[in-house]
């Protein structure tokens, strides 16, 4: 039994016991009190709009209860079973719950308002007189009325109206009562100074010790939390039970102590990042361990951080948020698109200038300017754009191995060579390989991709039609899930068709999946129906009808996280659409009763595109899982676990795009509502100007760093804090987002990846690991030994970051090179290892571009490995079959 502390603040008490099913139906608590402090803090505001939400909210509680009671006070009537009987004498401990509730926050409300605003201080009392008038402040008695009866031991439904007089609330009494207090006694002098928060802390309540089970939230999360506990528990004790044995039965004499607790810590850190965990809390948790058994000393645990490779990661990825910002990239596609006429032409137009642009500006930046460009051009030619997106995000990927410089993985290989004394690849070594290998993906791209995806291919009728982006619209619509409650009187008593919704919805009345009226489902409506004020509107619609909708007076979309209404209103929020990626920390979070939204991003969550539906577009055709997952969102238990890949659509405060953008919490975020109050550019020919001074600026700044480095006239961080200065000094990207582009999460996994790669090469596990491929592998030769770094090195970039790939693979790499005979030229190994940690396409979530594309293009999640596996192989064919001949 779940009893509440009294130490607990009575808005946390409601959250906690309020029904999931029954949200929309509690007092809009937060929102009351946010009205209070507005009248409290500016003095010459009216308390009009409070008055007003006030008398509503009393309404839709009373109302409620009374629909609710007369639905019971009827099933009692009837004829009864024991399921029957169990189940309505849950409902009616929750309904009780939920009068003792919502006459608990009105008293409350009114008793901050007449401390803080108010000049007669009679509010709490005409609050209470009124609420005498409604069944709601009985409810308890008269539930218990009901009770008896369906226990059987009263049969007699009038007992009920003994109990009290009358059968209706009196709903007309709150009407004088609110309108009794002028709005203009709270207009004009200053008020007295605030007065001291109120107590808003009460006892322990018998109607709380009386719920059952089921209703308390927290009596399933102890065996939630032990199932996952046990787990937790379980995987290190059968690691360390392995690495003990190990040892004890002595398998090698290479291996000693350390060794075998370097092998149970890295077994651990891997089980925990295919669990989800944070990579870089893992990694550097891991790292730690090492450095306080004495693994590692401090230089080998550490080092990374005065490692210039790795802080080259960080300033790059500076300068790819400059260049992103000013739009350069954009202008680019946009002077070399066109208009092709076939699918392979139209590809490879495409991919030229992003194959380019890939070589030296970040494969998220290039993907992050893409998706927006092949989104408008693909309505342009008439094709669609998933055609596109998934070959880009595959061809950026590999691309990236051009240059030392191009990705992440790269320079991290590049500063292990050095670290081991070996010669470093030259910045365009292996620039040919890279290069074979993006042309034979691209034709395998340009030729199966329209084969494998072939629902996203036009028909015959489809292509009679004339019209630009027919195609793309058929087919092409991102629909989030997302309820709202007609709040206004203006639509009440209006049929779905006259309320104007319809015409809002681009679906019409497809997009409608669930309309509830006090808790009760309307199961057969259609646009004749008519809405009645209060009632809840389960919807599954585009970003855009939601965007429309949010302005509309007559509706208040609830935030799924939270359960209150969204006050969309306020000037000082927007709508924000993200994709939820591997570092955010609502992942593994239930979206029903998670606070992290708020807590953290001071954020609420209005819809959501959940990562299994990413593929549905049409409202008819995926009807029943729509509704599967709507039952999920109206109940607590099990709930909907938020994943990587997730699409939300978020209520956030001003600066949350610019503080995120650049954020790994994110795989993309996309502003969706335009700031109507900010000042407009000072005259449009100076604007132009502007706008193109930047991006001629900050393309000449890029070109720059790329001379720099590929004629070796200084190294990589000079040449890239260079560029970084400059984009910052010519105004072209603000100092305050040059700090937010700095992935200091990113550095963190790199940086403890490189603790555990030392640690596996100090105490000989990568030599034993390393001699073991090879006597298994030796009678293949060399090309044996590639096949095994290349399958080994994407079978894990399935899971792990590729720079932890490359981390821990590069020593097995160099001691199988070292144990051959003749040995393996170790570069050519190397070359092997990059390329294949640019194979990150068996998976949506192994890669962040992935995400991207798999949130915009209406993909299963079958689609990545299908089109990835053929693609891997002809990249490896390639690597596997030139790389003795490329690289020396």
Request: aromatic share 8%; hydrophobic share 45%.
């Amino acid at each position: 039994i779940s009893h509440f502390s009294s130490a607990m603040r009575f808005e946390e008490q409601l959250e906690e016991a309020m029904r999931v099913k029954w949200r929309a139906y509690y007092i809009n608590y937060p929102g009351l009190k946010e009205r209070i402090a507005e009248m409290e803090n500016d003095p010459t505001v009216s308390n009009q709009e409070f008055l007003k939400q006030l008398r509503s909210q009393m309404l839709k509680a009373m109302q409620f209860y009374d629909s609710v009671e007369s639905r019971l006070a009827k099933e009692a009537a009837g004829e009864m079973t024991s399921e029957l009987m169990s189940s309505m004498l849950h409902e009616i401990q929750s309904l009780k719950t939920y009068a003792k509730l919502n006459i608990d926050g009105l008293r409350k409300i009114a008793k901050k308002y007449d401390k803080r605003c108010g000049q007669t201080k009679t509010m709490q009392a005409d609050i209470l007189k009124t609420l005498q008038y409604g069944n709601i402040s009985r409810g308890e008695e008269r539930l218990d009325a009901i009770a008896e009866i369906v226990n059987g031991k009263a049969t007699d439904l009038e007992c009920i109206k003994a109990r009290d007089g009358r059968s209706q609330s009196n709903l007309s009494m709150l009407v004088p009562m609110l309108r009794s207090r002028s709005p203009s006694e709270f207009v004009g002098p200053a008020r007295k100074s605030a007065v001291s928060s109120i107590s808003v802390m009460f006892k322990k309540h018998e109607w709380v010790e009386a719920l059952p089970t089921s209703m308390s939230r927290i009596d399933w999360q102890p065996s939630t939390r032990w199932r996952c506990w046990s787990s937790e528990v379980i995987a290190p004790v059968l690691f360390a039970a392995m690495t003990s044995a190990g040892w004890w039965c002595k398998l090698s004499s290479t291996l000693t102590g350390a060794s075998y607790f370097t092998v149970f810590v890295t077994m651990e850190s891997l089980y925990l990042l295919i669990k989800q965990s944070p990579p870089d809390v893992t990694l550097i948790l891991a790292t730690l361990i090492l450095r306080l058994a004495g693994v590692l000393n401090d230089t080998e645990a550490w080092g990374g951080f005065s490692n210039t490779v790795v802080l080259s990661v960080a300033v790059l990825g500076i300068v790819s948020a400059g260049v992103q910002t000013t739009g350069v990239v954009e202008y680019v596609f946009t002077r070399i698109l066109g208009k092709p006429q076939t699918y392979a032409s139209a590809l490879v137009r495409l991919a030229l200038p992003a194959l380019v642009l890939n070589t030296s500006v970040s494969n998220t930046c290039v993907m992050g300017v893409v998706i927006p460009v092949i989104e408008k051009w693909t309505k342009e030619i008439n094709m669609h754009q998933a055609l596109f997106l998934l070959p880009m995000s595959y061809l950026i990927l590999i691309s990236g191995t051009f240059a030392i410089f191009s990705t992440s993985s790269n320079l991290i290989t590049q500063g292990l060579l050095v670290e081991h004394g070996l010669r470093p690849f030259g910045n365009f070594e292996i620039s040919l390989l890279c290069t074979c290998c993006s042309l034979g993906a691209l034709a395998y791209l340009a030729l199966i991709v329209p084969r494998l995806l072939h629902r996203f291919r036009p028909t015959a009728d489809d292509l009679e039609s004339a019209v630009p982006g027919a195609i793309q619209n058929m087919r092409d619509m991102k629909l989030f899930v997302a309820s709202m409650q007609i709040s206004g009187t203006a639509m009440s008593s209006k049929t779905l068709e006259a309320s104007g919704l319809l015409e809002i919805l681009d679906g019409g009345i497809s997009d409608i999946i669930r309309l509830e009226r006090m808790s009760v489902n309307i199961v057969d409506f259609d646009e004749d129906t008519e809405v009645q004020q209060y009632d809840v509107i389960y919807i599954w619609s585009t970003a855009q009808s939601i965007l429309e909708l949010l302005h509309s007076p007559s509706v208040t979309f609830m935030a799924l996280d939270a359960g209150w209404e969204y006050q969309h209103d306020q000037e000082n929020r927007e709508l924000v659409e993200v994709v939820l990626d591997g570092l955010c920390p609502l992942v593994g979070q239930s979206l029903v009763s998670t606070k992290l939204t708020e807590k953290i991003y001071a954020a609420n969550c209005i819809a959501v595109r959940p990562r299994s539906m990413q593929h549905f577009s049409k409202p008819q055709a995926q009807a029943e899982e729509v509704k599967e997952f709507l039952y999920s969102l109206r109940h607590a238990s099990p709930g909907h676990k938020l994943e990587v890949g997730d699409n939300l659509l978020l209520d956030t405060p001003r600066n949350f795009f610019q503080q995120y953008e650049s954020s790994a919490h994110f795989a993309s975020l996309r502003l969706l509502q335009i700031r109507e109050h900010e000042e407009e550019d000072d005259g449009d020919e100076n604007s132009a100007f502007e706008r193109k001074r930047k991006m001629v600026t900050s393309g000449a700044l890029l070109l720059g760093m790329i001379a720099l480095v590929a004629s070796s006239t200084v190294p990589l961080l000079v040449a890239s804090l260079l560029a970084t200065f400059g984009l910052v000094f010519t105004g072209c990207l603000p100092q305050q987002s040059a700090f937010n582009a700095i992935k200091i999460r990113t550095i963190l996994t790199i940086v403890g990846a490189f603790g555990i790669g030392k640690a596996m090469g100090k105490t000989g596990v990568a030599k034993v690991v390393a001699t073991l491929l090879c006597e298994w592998l030796i009678r293949f030769g060399s090309k044996g030994m590639f096949v095994a770094i290349f399958a080994a090195t994407v079978s894990l970039g399935v899971v792990f970051h590729a720079t932890a790939v490359v981390i821990l693979m590069f020593p097995i790499c160099v001691e199988m090179c070292a144990a051959t005979s003749p040995p393996i030229p170790r570069h050519q190994a190397v070359a092997v290892l990059m390329i294949g940690a640019g194979c990150q396409m068996l998976s949506p979530v192994s890669y962040q571009t992935n995400l991207m594309v798999y949130a915009s293009g209406h993909y299963r999640f079958e689609d990545f490995p299908r089109v990835g596996i053929g693609m891997v192989l002809v990249i490896g064919i390639i690597t596997i079959s030139l790389v003795d001949s490329l690289v020396i």
